[in-house]
């Protein structure tokens, strides 16, 4: 009996070793497994070929760009904003001035690496060798960028704002929503997302805020155009029609190129007109002078404005601006709009 026992303890001896050895256990805790830093990212995004959308874009994103090349105001501010500043490899400024961004980030803007518009061409881009290129629409035509295939078949990553279609096309809808998903996309690239969130729950507060205190309050109908080659109408198609409405405004849709006539036949509460950064509040002369619209009540009234275009057009970290601005013109007894 006692040949037995201790036989049972040699056989428990050995399997309790063994099971040891092939766990790894020992007397040491097991440790839970390592993970590595990287995330993969998928972003959908848009395919670009000379200005127009060929279609969607899927890219993964292994890794954190590190040499980006962006283009356009918002888009670096939007950058500056989430805290990617040192992501920055170079920003390409657009005009000779300066430009109007948050005081924090123009002070960040001015320590960047920047270069001229006319160096946005593809032997100098390629020199640079980036990783990454934040561009709107306009910059992916023959004579600068190409196309983002071109670009993604190099490994360099692109990520275009969504609702930066040409002023003149009423292709596509273009909407808050899309702008808030192009900042979201950023953070995951960046793997800023906490940052990203909180721009797109000030965005979403700030138009729950002008909608609680404007509810009583008359809503006006709005009409949007801009001076270029010709007079092109920022109907409910656009982005900035998508924010009018989102805080109660009245927007309809027109053809994107229109004449005098078509303000005569809308004749709108309240009019912007949206300046480029030379003409800032003198565009809206064309407006306040011109014999056949003085009977418009919005001309009486003088309610026609000027809008930067930076609350107009590709927003992004601007969107709450830009609809503070709009709301401060469409209801002017509102207070206190955060």
Same mark, same amino acid.
């Not at 053809?255 to 036949?265: A, M, Q, R, W």
């Not at 590709?314 to 709301?327: I, M, P, V």
């Given at each position: 009996?006692?040949?037995?026992?201790?036989?049972?303890?040699?056989?428990?001896?050995?399997?309790?070793?063994?099971?040891? @050895?092939?766990?790894?256990?020992?007397?040491?805790?097991? #440790?839970?497994?390592?993970?590595?830093?990287?995330?993969? @990212? #998928?972003?959908?995004? =848009?395919?670009?070929?000379?200005?127009?959308?060929? &279609?969607?874009?899927?890219?993964?994103?292994?890794?954190?760009?590190?040499?980006?090349?962006?283009?356009?105001?918002?888009?670096?501010?939007?950058?500056?904003?989430? &805290?990617?500043? %040192?992501?920055?490899?170079?920003?390409?400024?657009?005009?000779?001035?300066?430009?109007?961004?948050?005081?924090?980030?123009?002070?960040?803007?001015?320590?960047?690496?920047?270069?001229?518009?006319?160096?946005?061409?593809?032997?100098?881009?390629?020199?640079?060798? %980036?990783?990454? $290129?934040?561009?709107?629409?306009?910059?992916?035509?023959?004579?600068?960028?190409?196309?983002?295939?071109?670009?993604?078949?190099? &490994?360099?990553?692109?990520?275009?704002?969504?609702?930066?279609?040409?002023?003149?096309?009423?292709?596509?809808?273009?909407?808050?929503?899309? +702008?808030?998903?192009?900042?979201?996309?950023?953070?995951?690239?960046?793997?800023? +997302?906490?940052?990203?969130?909180?721009? @797109?729950?000030?965005?979403?507060?700030?138009?729950?805020?002008?909608?609680?205190?404007?509810? #009583?309050?008359?809503? %006006?109908?709005?009409?949007?155009?801009?001076?270029?080659?010709?007079?092109?109408?920022?109907?409910?198609?656009?982005?900035?029609?998508?924010?009018?409405?989102? @805080?109660?405004?009245?927007?309809?849709?027109? %053809?994107?190129?229109?004449?005098?006539?078509?303000?005569?036949?809308?004749?709108?509460?309240? =009019?912007?007109?949206?300046?480029?950064?030379?003409?800032?509040?003198?565009?809206?002369?064309?407006?306040?002078?011109?014999?056949? =619209?003085?009977?418009?009540?919005?001309?009486?009234?003088?309610?026609?404005?000027?809008?930067?275009?930076?609350?107009?057009? &590709?927003?992004?970290?601007?969107?709450?601006?830009?609809?503070?601005?709009?709301?401060?013109?469409?209801?002017?007894? #509102?207070?206190? $709009?955060?």
């Amino acid at each position: 009996m006692d040949m037995v026992n201790d036989m049972l303890k040699f056989i428990s001896l050995i399997l309790l070793i063994t099971v040891s @050895i092939i766990t790894g256990c020992s007397n040491e805790k097991s #440790l839970p497994p390592k993970t590595t830093s990287n995330k993969h @990212i #998928l972003i959908e995004n =848009l395919n670009i070929d000379n200005y127009f959308v060929k &279609g969607k874009n899927q890219q993964y994103f292994t890794k954190i760009p590190h040499r980006v090349i962006v283009v356009g105001e918002n888009e670096t501010e939007t950058l500056l904003e989430l &805290g990617a500043a %040192p992501n920055i490899l170079i920003a390409v400024a657009q005009n000779n001035r300066e430009y109007a961004m948050k005081e924090k980030n123009w002070q960040l803007f001015k320590n960047l690496p920047t270069c001229k518009s006319s160096y946005l061409n593809m032997e100098y881009i390629t020199q640079l060798k %980036p990783d990454l $290129i934040i561009a709107q629409q306009c910059v992916f035509i023959r004579s600068r960028l190409k196309n983002t295939e071109y670009w993604n078949s190099k &490994g360099v990553g692109t990520l275009i704002p969504l609702n930066t279609n040409s002023p003149s096309s009423h292709f596509y809808q273009e909407t808050v929503e899309k +702008e808030m998903q192009f900042i979201q996309d950023l953070g995951q690239v960046f793997h800023l +997302e906490d940052n990203a969130t909180k721009i @797109i729950n000030d965005t979403y507060t700030t138009i729950n805020n002008i909608n609680e205190k404007n509810h #009583l309050m008359y809503k %006006p109908k709005v009409m949007v155009v801009e001076f270029l080659s010709s007079m092109i109408s920022y109907d409910k198609t656009k982005l900035i029609g998508n924010m009018i409405e989102k @805080i109660g405004g009245r927007v309809s849709e027109t %053809p994107s190129v229109i004449g005098f006539e078509n303000i005569i036949k809308e004749n709108p509460d309240i =009019l912007f007109v949206v300046c480029s950064h030379a003409d800032y509040g003198v565009c809206i002369n064309k407006i306040l002078t011109n014999k056949a =619209l003085q009977n418009l009540p919005c001309v009486k009234k003088r309610q026609v404005y000027s809008i930067p275009l930076r609350f107009t057009y &590709g927003t992004s970290c601007r969107t709450k601006d830009g609809l503070k601005f709009l709301a401060d013109k469409m209801y002017p007894d #509102l207070h206190n $709009i955060n």
